[in-house]
């Protein structure tokens, strides 16, 4: 009897855990049915949240499409006058730029394939390969902290295309240091690659930019850079007359270091112009600053270049006023426009005059000295002056 009781026992206790867990697995099969449900209703709200966002891109796409197709049709006066007001929105930027600096000829002639054939220059000869090692080396310093220019970036294909392509076209100077932070620019602006090499060729070549005269070379004494020489020759005309107690002050430190008075002409021309006007600005202020400086000057050609100077200079004078004679900080071009001196090239430390919203710093350069005028009467003042040089040697 007591066996057969033992034995009723272990019966009843193995039956009440089966009903525990039983009860146990039927809550486990309800919370699998419950997730598997709310699994279920996730997957079709992130199906319908994608097919809106995807009906938004497309949308987008399509608005930014229309846009561009519109702005494709407006002269190229229009083209400067929206580039001078100073909105221009980043997705449109290439096709305003292009407006106002190729013709329709142009950008028929020129596609993705006769750019990739062009690009093909760089390699049949050492004299060829010399300049294809200097664009290798100055791939990885374009913009090295702005999105799409970081190693392996996806801008950077595209930039050496342009460059090269650039050089095959123009035998006379190729390739010089520099022209990667121009052509960079146009990169960053344009929908492809044949718009950023039209771009690029038009701001070296335009009759009305020729900025590839920045980029000549020397001939014997002849420091070379024509066009930086004159227009760090305007601006040195330009700080005596605007701000003549700086360029007294600044003209007195040089002299202690034995060079000519000016400080951005002559023998002095390295010392700024060609940090400011070879890249016009995109060396020392980052991408999103200096393509605003870029937006008025393909609207007004290089008298933006200077009035973005001039902007500079205003911002530090009393600063450098107050520096001890004879300070090289005053030599260091991105000081002018920088809190401190930066490590990065260019940082993002900058004056507060070039951290206001993009319209009032459009609005301050064009504020700012010369008038196109001036600047035409001091370019002829300049050309005479170089004329009587060449006659008198």
């Not at 049915?33 to 992130?46: F, G, I, P, Q, V």
């Not at 020129?110 to 100055?138: C, F, P």
């Not at 507060?352 to 919203?357: A, C, F, G, L, V």
Request: one cysteine or more.
């Amino acid at each position: 009897g007591a066996f057969a009781a033992l034995l009723v026992h272990r019966m009843y206790r193995d039956h009440v855990r089966r009903i525990k867990m039983r009860k146990i697995l039927g809550e486990l099969h309800k919370r699998i049915e419950k997730l598997r449900l709310t699994t279920e209703d996730l997957l079709k709200l992130a199906e319908t949240v994608n097919v809106k966002v995807l009906k938004r891109e497309e949308e987008t796409l399509r608005r930014v499409a229309s846009a561009r197709k519109d702005l494709s049709r407006v002269s190229p006066q229009r083209a400067r006058f929206l580039l001078r007001r100073g909105v221009v929105v980043a997705l449109v930027r290439g096709c305003l730029w292009e407006r106002a600096l190729v013709s329709d000829e142009e950008v028929k002639r020129i596609g993705v394939a006769q750019v990739t054939e062009m690009a093909k220059w760089g390699e049949d000869s050492e004299y060829e390969l010399n300049y294809l090692r200097t664009i290798h080396a100055d791939l990885a310093r374009t913009f090295p902290h702005t999105k799409g220019f970081e190693r392996k970036g996806r801008y950077l294909p595209r930039l050496e295309k342009v460059l090269r392509a650039y050089a095959s076209q123009d035998k006379q100077i190729r390739y010089v240091q520099g022209m990667n932070s121009v052509a960079g620019l146009c990169c960053l602006s344009a929908t492809d690659d044949a718009q950023a090499f039209r771009l690029t060729n038009a701001l070296m070549r335009h009759p009305g930019y020729r900025h590839r005269e920045v980029f000549g070379r020397g001939q014997g004494r002849d420091i070379g850079f024509p066009l930086a020489c004159q227009l760090g020759w305007i601006l040195d005309r330009l700080m005596e007359k605007y701000h003549p107690k700086l360029s007294v002050h600044l003209n007195k430190t040089l002299a202690m270091m034995n060079c000519p008075k000016g400080m951005f002409s002559g023998r002095n021309v390295g010392f700024m112009t060609l940090k400011w006007f070879l890249t016009l600005f995109a060396s020392v202020v980052p991408p999103p600053v200096s393509l605003h400086i870029y937006d008025l000057f393909v609207a007004d050609g290089h008298v933006a270049a200077l009035r973005a100077a001039m902007l500079s200079i205003a911002d530090v004078e009393s600063q450098w006023l107050a520096t001890p004679v004879g300070d090289t900080k005053v030599l260091q071009p991105k000081l002018w426009h920088h809190k401190a001196d930066p490590d990065g090239c260019p940082s993002e430390d900058l004056r507060d005059t070039w951290t206001r919203d993009p319209w009032a710093l459009v609005t301050a350069i064009r504020a700012s000295p010369p008038s196109v005028e001036e600047f035409e009467a001091l370019r002829s003042e300049y050309a005479q002056l170089q004329a009587m040089k060449k006659t008198a040697s």
